[in-house]
C-alpha cells in the first residue's frame, strides 16, 4: 500500500515537472560586428505536446532599460514597431522557424543602433501558467573594423618560377578576438565554380591546404609566413599550369561566444591578382649587341652577349668570349670569369671587365683599345641540361660576328674656359671651369694667371698642375694661400677641371689661362711610355670689385606711425649681399624719443642688438619692450636685417638707425676691417589708439515721490578695445546756473568707490550707491529721495587702457546724456468735511462737533486738529466799530504726535480731569470734540482746522497741507429761574429740602410703628373676636433722583394703604 502511494506521488510530480514550460535563448552577450548577420536561437520546453509554438521578439535599449520596443513575431504581421517595420518588411529582420518549439531571429545587417537586451517571448498555448515564458540574451554592436588588403595586380609568370604575394590584415577590435587568413585561387574560365583553397592559417593557429595542395605543402613548395604583425606572406615554388586564376586572400575575425563556441563576426576578401603562366620552352637564342662598331684607339668597347629563353634562372648556362678565333673570357653557371693567356695582365690593370650584368645578359668591356683590338668577336653559349636517366647534355649555340675596327688616336681636343662671373664681388669666389672635348687618351692640364695691367711686361705666374692621373701641385707663389683652403683645384671628369679662389682679393684680378695636354700611352708592361699628341690652350679675364666701393646701409619703415600695441617692422638693407669672406657685423641703434640729438658724436643713441660678423647675436644695454616683445632676423643672404617689435608702447617710441660694419676674412683666418657705414634715421611715434568710446546720450525726465528709490543707469555703447576698463564719474547740477556741477562719486577703474565733498556736505553717503551692472552698465541710486534731490545727473567715463609695458593710461572722456530728477512731495488730496450745520442745546447739556476727513494725500499722513470759534461782539460795546465783526477763538488742539496742545493753537481752558471739552478718535479720519455742560457763552460758529503732516527721509515731520471744515453754528438756550433751578443752584438749600427730611420721617415712622405694635398687643383679643378687619399702613414708595434736574418726588402708588 505504501508502495502505491509512493509511486503515484512521483507521478504526480513527474507530471508538475513536465508541464513547466522553459523558454531558453541563446546566452550572452553577444558581440558581433556592424553590418555582419547575426542569428539568436530561442527555444521552448515543458509545453503540451501537440500544439505549434509561437515566437515574439522584442529589445530593450540600455538607454531605456524599462521600454520594450517590439521587432517581430511569428504570430502577428504587423506586430513591428514603427522603428523596426521598415526593416521586418523589407525581411531584413525575420524569423526562421527550425520546428514547432524551435526558431531562430535573423538579423541580416545588424546596426549600431540594435545594441541592447533581446528578449524572446512565447505565449501560452497550456491555458494555465506555470514556468517560464521568455528568455533574454544581450548583443553588443562593435564597429567593424577588420581591414584586409592586398595590390591588385597582373603578373605573367613562366611555368616553374617562384610567386610571392603578400597581405595585410588588421583589426582594432578592444575584445579578444582571433583571426583566420588563408589564400584561395578562382578559375577564370568559370566565374560560378567554387574558389580553390590553396592555404589557411586557421584562428587556432593551425596551417591547412586544400585537398590539391596538400602534398605541395609537405614537399615545401607551398608556404604561408607570417612575416609581421599584419602581413602574410604566400610563397608558391615551382608554379604550374594549374596555378593559373585569380589569387586573393581572405580573413575572418573570431569571437568566443559564453557557450566556447567560436562564431565568425565579420569576413572580407582583399583584391586579387591575376596570374598567367607560360609554359616551359627549353630553346633558346643568343644575341650580341653593341653602341658601335668603329672605335678610336683609346676608347672603351661594350659588348654585351644576351641570352633569350624561358626560366633563365633557374638554367645553366655557360658563356664563352672569342676574339678572331683566340679565347678571350668564359663564365660558368657559377658566374666565375676565366681568362684568356693574353688578357689576364690586362684585366688586372683595370683595362678589362667580365662579368654577368644579369641571369641572361654577359658583359665584356675592354677600357682601352689599341689597334691590336680590332677584328671579329663571338659569344658561345652552352646548356647543360640533366636528362631523366641522370645524364647531363649540352646544347650549345653561338652568335654571329661582330666587326670591330680601331682607328689610330690623333688629338682633335678643343678647350673652353668659363668663369661663374666676368665681374666678381671682393670676398666672392672665382670659379673657373676649363672644359675639354674630343678627348681620346688622359689629360694633364695647367693654370696659368697673368696680371692685366702688366701683361706685357711680366711673365706668367703658375697657379696649380694637374697631372695625368689627377694629382695636383701648386705653384710656390700660391702654396701658401692653397694650405688654407683658399685655392682649389679639381679635377671633376677625364675632361672637365676647375680652379677656385675663396675670398677674392683686389690682387686676383687678371686674366686665367687653362693649358690642355693629352697624352697617350704606347708600349706595353712593363715597359709603357706617355706620348704628347696634343695641347690646347683657353684664356678668361676677371675682374674683381671691391666691396667698399659699392657698400651702402639704408633703413626703411612701412609704419612710422603706429599706436599703442601695434606691431612695427624696421628694415636694415646693407649692400651688397652677403659674402661670408667679407661678412658684414650690423648693429641697431635706438634714441627714446624727448631727446635731442645735438651733436652726433655724444654718443646718445645706444645699442639695441647687434648680429656680429659669425652670425651670432649680441644685446646691448638698451632692451625695448623689456627684450621680451623684439625679435629680430635676417635674410638668408644676410642683406635684410629686420628688427621686429610687438605690442609697442611709449618705450619703443623714439630715433632708429643701423650701423653696418664691412670686414675681410685673411686666408689665415685674421679679420681686417673694410669699411664702416651708418643708415638714415627713422622715427617711429607709437600714438595713443583713436577712441571709440561712446556713452548713451538720450536725455531724460523723471519725476519720483520723496522717500522713494531714484536709479539712473549709465551705458557704454561702444569701446576702443575688449580690455577697456572704465572710471565712471557721477555729477548732479542743480537748477542754479551760478553753481558748478558736484561730484557724487566715483568708481575708479578698479572698482574702489570715492565720494565726492557734495556727498559729504548733503549727507548722501548712506542714501547714495553705485552699481556696475555689466562691464558696460552702470547704474547710480538713491534711496528714500529728497526734495533736495531734485537736478540734472549725469555721468562722465573714463575709458583706461593699459599699454604694452603694464601702465594704464586714460584715452577718452565721455560724458553721458542727461537725467532731469524732479523729487517732489506727495500730491496734496487733503479734504475735510465742509456741511455745515446748526445745532441747538439747552444750558449745560453736552455739544458734540465732528471733524470728518474723507481723503487724505498719503496712508503714512498723520494730523493735527485744532477747533476754533467765532463769536459776535456785545451789543453794549462800543467801542467795536461793527456788530457783525467777530473774532476767532481756539477751543481745542490736538498735534501731529497726538499731544494735547501740541497743535497749531494754544486753547484758553486746558485739558485735565476737571475740563468740560472730551476728545475722540473713532477712526484714522473722524474726530470728535464734545463740550460738556454747555454754557450761553459756548455759542457761536465752530469749525476745525487740519494740518496734514509727513515724515520726510531725513526723520523729520513737516506740515504738507491744511483744510477748515465747514462751520458748526451752535445755540445755547438759557434756562429760566424755577424752584428747581433755585434749589439746585443753592447746596446748602439743596441738602436741606432733598437729604435731611429723609431721616427725620424715617425716624417718625419707626415712631409711629413702635407705638402701633404695643396698641396691637393690647387689643388683639378684641379685635380677633369681633372680626374687624386690620388697618395695614404700607411704607411709602420713594422716587429719588440723586440729580438736580428733578427733585425727589413722594409718591404712593394704588394699593399702598389696605
Not at 146 to 169: F, I, N, R, Y
Not at 346 to 354: L, S
Not at 755 to 783: H, I, K
Not at 845 to 852: F, K, P
Amino acid at each position: 500500500m505504501a508502495t502505491g502511494a509512493l509511486l503515484l506521488v512521483c507521478a504526480l510530480l513527474a507530471g508538475v515537472a513536465v508541464a513547466q514550460r522553459v523558454v531558453t535563448v541563446q546566452s550572452g552577450p553577444l558581440i558581433r560586428t556592424e553590418g555582419s548577420h547575426v542569428t539568436i536561437w530561442c527555444n521552448v520546453s515543458g509545453y503540451k505536446e501537440g500544439v505549434e509554438q509561437d515566437f515574439e521578439w522584442s529589445m530593450y535599449l540600455p538607454s531605456i532599460p524599462d521600454r520594450e520596443i517590439r521587432i517581430v513575431s511569428t504570430a502577428q504581421s504587423n506586430y513591428a514597431y514603427a522603428v523596426y517595420a521598415q526593416r521586418v518588411n523589407s525581411k531584413e529582420i525575420f524569423v526562421e522557424r527550425l520546428s514547432r518549439d524551435s526558431a531562430v531571429l535573423h538579423i541580416t545587417k545588424v546596426q549600431a543602433k540594435d545594441q541592447g537586451l533581446f528578449e524572446c517571448y512565447t505565449p501560452n498555448t497550456d491555458g494555465r501558467y506555470l514556468g517560464s515564458y521568455s528568455a533574454r540574451t544581450n548583443l553588443t554592436v562593435i564597429a567593424d573594423s577588420l581591414t584586409v588588403t592586398a595590390p591588385a595586380q597582373t603578373l605573367s609568370k613562366v611555368e616553374g618560377d617562384t610567386l610571392q604575394l603578400t597581405c595585410e590584415v588588421s583589426r582594432t577590435t578592444m575584445h579578444h578576438t582571433h583571426l583566420s587568413v588563408g589564400w584561395y585561387l578562382r578559375s577564370p574560365e568559370d566565374a560560378t565554380a567554387a574558389p580553390q583553397e590553396l592555404v589557411t592559417l586557421s584562428r587556432d593557429f593551425v596551417l591547412r591546404s586544400g585537398g590539391p595542395y596538400r602534398q605541395r605543402m609537405a614537399a615545401g613548395d607551398l608556404r604561408l609566413d607570417k612575416t609581421s604583425a599584419t602581413a602574410y606572406r604566400l610563397t608558391i615554388h615551382k608554379l604550374q599550369p594549374v596555378d593559373q586564376g585569380l589569387l586573393y586572400c581572405q580573413a575572418a575575425e573570431w569571437i568566443q561566444d559564453t557557450d566556447g563556441s567560436w562564431f565568425a563576426m565579420t569576413r572580407k576578401q582583399s583584391d586579387k591578382t591575376q596570374l598567367r603562366i607560360q609554359p616551359t620552352d627549353r630553346d633558346f637564342s643568343i644575341q650580341v649587341s653593341t653602341e658601335r662598331r668603329s672605335f678610336t684607339a683609346g676608347e672603351p668597347l661594350e659588348l654585351r652577349c644576351t641570352i633569350e629563353a624561358q626560366n633563365v634562372p633557374e638554367r645553366f648556362f655557360s658563356v664563352s668570349w672569342v676574339f678572331s678565333s683566340s679565347p678571350v673570357a668564359v663564365v660558368g653557371p657559377s658566374a666565375v670569369p676565366v681568362l684568356g693567356p693574353d688578357y689576364v695582365a690586362r684585366e688586372a690593370a683595370g683595362h678589362m671587365t667580365v662579368r654577368k650584368e644579369s641571369p641572361n645578359v654577359h658583359l665584356l668591356k675592354l677600357q682601352h683599345l689599341r689597334a691590336e683590338d680590332a677584328g671579329k668577336y663571338i659569344c658561345r653559349v652552352t646548356e647543360r641540361e640533366k636528362t631523366p636517366t641522370g645524364d647531363f647534355i649540352d646544347r650549345s649555340k653561338r652568335s654571329r660576328n661582330v666587326q670591330i675596327t680601331v682607328q689610330p688616336l690623333k688629338s682633335n681636343i678643343t678647350v673652353s674656359l668659363s668663369s661663374n662671373s666676368s665681374e666678381v664681388l671682393e670676398g666672392d669666389v672665382i670659379q673657373l671651369a676649363c672644359s675639354v672635348h674630343s678627348i681620346a687618351g688622359p689629360l694633364s692640364v695647367v693654370w696659368q694667371w697673368v696680371p692685366v695691367d702688366k701683361e706685357a711686361t711680366e711673365p706668367t705666374q703658375e697657379v696649380a698642375t694637374v697631372d695625368r692621373d689627377g694629382t695636383v701641385w701648386h705653384s710656390p707663389t700660391y702654396r701658401e694661400r692653397s694650405s688654407y683652403g683658399e685655392i682649389r683645384v679639381e679635377k671633376l671628369r677625364a675632361d672637365a677641371f676647375s680652379l677656385s679662389l675663396y675670398n677674392a682679393l683686389p690682387g686676383d684680378e687678371g686674366q686665367y689661362r687653362c693649358i690642355a695636354t693629352e697624352w697617350l700611352q704606347t708600349g706595353t708592361e712593363p715597359e709603357l711610355n706617355w706620348e704628347k699628341i696634343g695641347e690646347k690652350s683657353a684664356t678668361k679675364t676677371v675682374t674683381v670689385k671691391t666691396v667698399e666701393s659699392s657698400f651702402m646701409v639704408s633703413a626703411s619703415s612701412r609704419t612710422p606711425s603706429i599706436t599703442f600695441g601695434d606691431s612695427f617692422d624696421l628694415l636694415c638693407l646693407v649692400k651688397p649681399r652677403h659674402n661670408p669672406r667679407v661678412p658684414t657685423s650690423v648693429t641697431w641703434r635706438f634714441m627714446p624719443a624727448g631727446k635731442e640729438v645735438g651733436d652726433e658724436d655724444q654718443g646718445e643713441f645706444k645699442d639695441l642688438v647687434t648680429f656680429t660678423r659669425e652670425g651670432t647675436l649680441q644685446w646691448g644695454e638698451q632692451l625695448l619692450g623689456l627684450g621680451t616683445r623684439t625679435t629680430v632676423d635676417r635674410s638668408h643672404s644676410n642683406t635684410n636685417f629686420r628688427l621686429s617689435v610687438t605690442r609697442a608702447g611709449r618705450r619703443e617710441a623714439g630715433k632708429y638707425q643701423c650701423t653696418a660694419v664691412l670686414w675681410r676674412r685673411n686666408y689665415d683666418n685674421s679679420w681686417s676691417r673694410v669699411a664702416n657705414r651708418t643708415s638714415n634715421l627713422l622715427g617711429i611715434s607709437v600714438l595713443q589708439p583713436e577712441s571709440k568710446l561712446k556713452v548713451q546720450k538720450n536725455n531724460q525726465s523723471h519725476v519720483y515721490l520723496e522717500d522713494s528709490r531714484v536709479r539712473i543707469n549709465c551705458s557704454i555703447t561702444s569701446q576702443t578695445s575688449p580690455d577697456s576698463q572704465h572710471a565712471v564719474m557721477w555729477y548732479v547740477r542743480h537748477a542754479t546756473g551760478s553753481e558748478a556741477d558736484e561730484l557724487l562719486l566715483r568708481i575708479e577703474r578698479s572698482g574702489a568707490f570715492e565720494y565726492g565733498a557734495y556727498a559729504d556736505e548733503e549727507r548722501l553717503r548712506r542714501r547714495v550707491q553705485a552699481e556696475r551692472l555689466s562691464p558696460r552698465l552702470y547704474a547710480l541710486t538713491m534711496n528714500r529721495a529728497e526734495s533736495s534731490d531734485s537736478g540734472t545727473y549725469y555721468c562722465l567715463v573714463e575709458e583706461w587702457l593699459s599699454d604694452p609695458d603694464g601702465a594704464w593710461y586714460r584715452l577718452a572722456r565721455e560724458s553721458s546724456g542727461f537725467t532731469q530728477v524732479l523729487v517732489r512731495q506727495p500730491e496734496v488730496r487733503l479734504q475735510v468735511e465742509e456741511m455745515e450745520s446748526n445745532v441747538t442745546v439747552e444750558e449745560s447739556s453736552s455739544i458734540r462737533l465732528g471733524c470728518s476727513i474723507p481723503s487724505q494725500s498719503s496712508r503714512d499722513s498723520r494730523f493735527s486738529v485744532s477747533w476754533y470759534v467765532e463769536r459776535s461782539e456785545d451789543e453794549d460795546n462800543e467801542d467795536q466799530p461793527g456788530e457783525e465783526e467777530r473774532e476767532r477763538e481756539c477751543v481745542f488742539s490736538i498735534g501731529h504726535d497726538a499731544v494735547f496742545g501740541n497743535g497749531n493753537c494754544s486753547p484758553r481752558e486746558e485739558a485735565g480731569p476737571n475740563s468740560r471739552l472730551q476728545f475722540e478718535r473713532m477712526t484714522s479720519d473722524q474726530y470728535s470734540l464734545t463740550i460738556q455742560g454747555a454754557r450761553p457763552t459756548d455759542a457761536g460758529r465752530y469749525y476745525c482746522h487740519v494740518e496734514e503732516w509727513l515724515l520726510n527721509p531725513r526723520n523729520a515731520w513737516y506740515r504738507l497741507a491744511t483744510n477748515n471744515s465747514g462751520f458748526t453754528i451752535v445755540n445755547v438756550l438759557q434756562q429760566v429761574s424755577t424752584l428747581q433751578s433755585v434749589v439746585c443752584s443753592n447746596d446748602s438749600l439743596f441738602y436741606f429740602i432733598f437729604f435731611y427730611p429723609f431721616p427725620i420721617f424715617g425716624i417718625l415712622l419707626i415712631a409711629v410703628l413702635l407705638v402701633r405694635y404695643k396698641s396691637r398687643n393690647n387689643s388683639k383679643s378684641q379685635e380677633g373676636k369681633n372680626g374687624a378687619p386690620l388697618l395695614w399702613i404700607k411704607e411709602p414708595h420713594l422716587s429719588y433722583s440723586p440729580t438736580c434736574l428733578d427733585p425727589p418726588a413722594l409718591s404712593l402708588h394704588p394699593g399702598s394703604v389696605d
